[in-house]
């Protein structure tokens, strides 16, 4: 007699059931139920805190499981990069935030059917993606998307205090606002074979294209070439700066004399007391010593 195949591992189905009002929690019904019909387990890993969500994910990868499917945005993405256990698996992502950010660099669907179809399709030959790793006073943080240092975190620091589903126009009210209240900051940024002191509007290191729901500040940038897109704007005159940003939000910036994208895997950014964010989440004040670690995420996608 032949023995019984061992059972399949679970996958597990990482949602906050509070993002976007309930709208995390109704995606990943649909996700389960697209994974039952086709006869794939899983287990639902839900939490309503952070602290709480990556406790949940620790147990459950300890338990077995043979894959994470993340149903939310950036936030969830940025939260169980901090698991360490969680970074060894491969992971799918079904968009369901404001802004996802990460998900639109590889153009991953928000039906969940089509898109537990892609990722279970890719699970035979995951795509190794980089990330980016950010070490302050307070320790250090794992991030997908990107570092935003300066006048793009003030944006993102706003746009997290809009309780209201209203998606990337969150981000537009956000900048309107903090448009009306500009000031240039101090930095010094330094790279290897660079060190840069500047008055400017941001210093943000950039792994994949968009933040703040699609705005393209490093229009070219690749999650597998090992580097990041550290992008620098110079401080400009009020009148400027509408011009500037303007460029900005339609991926023309580039060519800007006010404008520097610099590729490099490590970058060091001192900043006074602003305080940066990344993946839209807050990380605290600086000196920001930011690494690539290339391929270190197995995404299914």
């Known amino acids: 007699m032949s023995a019984?195949?061992?059972?399949?591992?679970?996958?597990?189905?990482?949602?906050?059931?509070?993002?976007?009002?309930?709208?995390?929690?109704?995606?990943?019904?649909?996700?389960?139920?697209?994974?039952?019909?086709?006869g794939v387990p899983?287990?639902?890993?839900a939490a309503a805190s952070a602290a709480e969500c990556q406790e949940a994910v620790r147990s459950a990868v300890a338990a077995g499981l043979r894959a994470l499917i993340l149903v939310g945005g950036d936030g969830l993405v940025g939260t169980v990069l901090q698991v360490d256990a969680a970074r060894?698996?491969?992971?799918?992502?079904?968009?369901?935030?404001?802004g996802n950010d990460f998900a639109r660099q590889f153009r991953l669907s928000r039906d969940p059917?089509?898109?537990?179809?892609?990722?279970?399709?890719?699970?035979?030959?995951?795509?190794?993606?980089?990330l980016g790793v950010v070490e302050t006073p307070g320790g250090e943080r794992w991030f997908a998307g990107?570092?935003?240092?300066?006048?793009?975190?003030?944006?993102?620091?706003?746009?997290?205090?809009?309780?209201?589903?209203l998606g990337p126009l969150r981000y537009q009210i956000a900048l309107v606002t903090e448009l009306l209240r500009l000031q240039p900051r101090h930095f010094t940024v330094s790279w290897p074979g660079a060190h840069r002191p500047f008055r400017g509007l941001l210093a943000t290191t950039?792994?994949?294209?968009?933040?703040?729901?699609?705005?393209p500040i490093a229009p070219r940038a690749e999650v597998d070439d090992g580097r990041f897109d550290l992008v620098l704007v110079d401080e400009c005159s009020r009148l400027r700066v509408f011009s500037v940003l303007?460029?900005?939000?339609r991926g023309r910036h580039e060519?800007?004399?006010?404008?520097?994208?610099v590729r490099t895997a490590v970058v060091r950014i001192e900043a006074g007391d602003e305080v940066a964010y990344a993946d839209g989440e807050r990380v605290g004040t600086g000196p920001f010593e930011v690494r690539l670690e290339a391929g270190a995420l197995r995404l299914l996608a």
């Open 4 to 38: 019984a195949p061992a059972p399949q591992l679970p996958i597990g189905l990482v949602v906050n059931p509070a993002s976007a009002l309930g709208r995390g929690r109704r995606v990943a019904q649909r996700v389960r139920r697209a994974l039952d019909a086709l």
């Open 88 to 98: 060894e698996l491969p992971i799918g992502i079904v968009p369901a935030g404001s």
């Open 246 to 249: 303007g460029h900005l939000v």
């Open 255 to 261: 060519r800007l004399p006010e404008v520097a994208i």
């Open 206 to 215: 950039m792994n994949i294209r968009t933040l703040g729901g699609g705005i």
């Open 146 to 165: 990107g570092l935003s240092v300066g006048f793009d975190a003030a944006i993102n620091r706003r746009a997290n205090a809009i309780r209201l589903p």
């Open 42 to 45: 899983s287990v639902v890993i």
């Open 113 to 130: 059917d089509r898109a537990v179809a892609r990722i279970l399709a890719a699970e035979v030959r995951p795509r190794e993606v980089d």
